[in-house]
């Protein structure tokens, strides 16, 4: 497993755009896909985007052509950009770590580590 912290939540107005960033330490971080999850109270962890080790991206349809997940290796860090935000993006937002590297894993089971999440509230 590896460590992860989440940052750059916030209150913002619909239409803003915020960049949430998820620094990841640990054995042998360089080596996970990386992920972006998002949860309201009483529903299901649900899928936002991710990305392979490789690069390769996965985007849930709501979110398409408004947010852009993106990774640093170097600095093993994973991004978020969410642009055009309503309010129904408000929910607290964890970054995951999958150990197969290959894939964007659509299912929080996949993965084996998260952070500690960060709230993001879009206030219509």
């Known amino acids: 497993q590896v460590q992860l912290v989440e940052s750059g939540g916030g209150w913002v107005q619909a239409g803003d755009s915020l960049r949430l960033s998820c620094a990841v330490s640990?054995?042998?971080?360089?080596?996970?896909?990386l992920g972006w999850f998002r949860q309201v109270p009483g529903k299901e962890r649900e899928f936002v985007a991710g990305?392979?080790?490789?690069?390769?991206?996965s985007y849930t349809d709501s979110v398409k052509g408004r947010f852009t997940i993106s990774r640093d290796n170097a600095k093993i860090t994973v991004y978020l950009q969410m642009n055009n935000l309503n309010s129904e993006d408000t929910a607290v937002y964890y970054c995951?770590?999958?150990?197969?590297?290959?894939?964007?894993?659509?299912?929080?089971?996949?993965?084996?580590?998260w952070g500690q999440g960060t709230q993001v509230t879009v206030s219509s």
């Open positions: 990305i392979s080790w490789r690069g390769t991206l």
């Open positions: 995951a770590a999958d150990p197969a590297r290959w894939r964007t894993a659509l299912s929080a089971t996949e993965y084996d580590s």
């Open positions: 640990g054995r042998t971080c360089s080596g996970y896909s």
